[in-house]
């Protein structure tokens, strides 16, 4: 009997979890799975077949251990997905420049690697905007995310300094379509596409993730849409069992926010038919590689 270990991590009371609606699809096909935090220690991942890092949610406040853990298991027998040179590439969202060097159009961004008040006075400059997000290129669930004002940031100083100090940044234009139209995300299991929702912040936020109120609802995508996810899925640097890429207006035509292939929540609840999408592009991928 083939198993699987999901990758977790100890504590999600505060977030929406739905990989357990993928077992039943797996037990049905005589596959077995365990949820495993990453945080346990002498774990003998040789008793897996495969390891799929799904709701490592607080990865980003312990990267250097998350990388350890990941390479442990690359260690081992087990198989690693999405694969460990792709989570590598993918773990700081300095990967949107090579998008970007491919022609895939991404939200226009500044980078920066030592922070003071010059950096934001030029990015509202040279953004043309009065608004901005600054966030670090390692981070999830927004976690350390910023909108600042060209109005009133100023008062913000001390937090930005203590934030971002010794931590590479990034800072974007505040892009109104966030919370005019939404956010897309469109998912894709073993390269296919699979099912795409649109993420609405709550009002007076800008976050469209569910634990800070935002709303989700199950799209049709065009096909503009579908070729931008597509050209950044031919860029990444190898294969991906799962992928989500995150699209937003700019401009009036489509821009990637972000292309996860870590640990994206894939939202199972919202289409019934993608459990089975995702278990049948894992046996798939498991039959090739017999």
Same mark, same amino acid.
């Given at each position: 009997m /083939?198993?699987?270990?999901?990758?977790?991590?100890?504590?999600?009371?505060?977030?929406?979890?739905?990989?357990?609606?993928?077992? /039943?699809?797996?037990?049905?096909?005589?596959?077995?799975? =365990?949820?495993?935090?990453?945080?346990?220690?002498?774990?003998?991942?040789d008793a897996f077949d495969y390891v799929i890092v799904r709701s490592t949610w607080d990865y980003q406040q312990h990267a250097e251990a998350f990388l350890a853990c990941?390479?442990?298991?690359?260690?081992?027998?087990?198989?690693?997905?999405?694969p460990l040179p792709l989570m590598q590439w993918n773990i700081e969202k300095h990967y949107l420049k090579d998008l970007e060097d491919k022609g895939v159009p991404i939200v226009e961004t500044m980078w920066g690697s030592t922070?003071?008040?010059?950096?934001?006075?030029?990015?509202?400059?040279?953004?043309?905007?009065?608004?901005?997000?600054?966030?670090p290129t390692l981070s999830? =669930?927004?976690?350390?995310?910023?909108?600042?004002s060209k109005a009133d940031w100023s008062t913000k100083q001390q937090v930005l300094f203590d934030t971002f100090n010794q931590r590479d940044f990034m800072v974007q234009r505040f892009l109104s379509s966030?919370?005019?139209?939404?956010?897309?995300?469109?998912?894709?299991?073993?390269?296919?596409?699979?099912?795409?929702i649109k993420k609405v912040p709550k009002k007076g936020d800008f976050r469209v993730q569910e634990e800070h109120g935002g709303s989700l609802?199950?799209?049709?995508?065009?096909s503009a849409q579908l070729d931008i996810a597509q050209n950044a899925l031919s860029a990444? /640097?190898?294969?991906?069992?799962?992928?989500?890429?995150?699209?937003?207006?700019?401009n009036n035509d489509w821009a990637i926010m972000e292309l996860e292939l870590i640990e994206p929540s894939l939202y199972f609840n919202l289409d019934d038919q993608s459990p089975i999408r995702f278990v049948e592009a894992l046996l798939k991928f498991h039959e090739a590689a017999r």
């Open positions: /083939p198993s699987v270990a999901f990758l977790s991590t100890d504590n999600l009371e505060d977030f929406f979890v739905y990989d357990e609606l993928l077992i /039943p699809f797996f037990e049905q096909k005589d596959w077995s799975v =365990n949820t495993i935090s990453w945080h346990m220690k002498s774990v003998g991942w990941l390479q442990s298991i690359e260690a081992s027998s087990a198989t690693l997905l999405n922070f003071n008040n010059s950096i934001i006075e030029e990015a509202f400059l040279s953004l043309h905007c009065d608004t901005l997000v600054i966030k999830a =669930n927004a976690d350390d995310t910023f909108k600042l966030v919370v005019d139209e939404g956010e897309y995300s469109l998912f894709y299991f073993g390269g296919e596409f699979s099912h795409a609802h199950l799209v049709a995508v065009d990444m /640097p190898c294969d991906a069992l799962y992928a989500r890429v995150d699209l937003v207006r700019q």
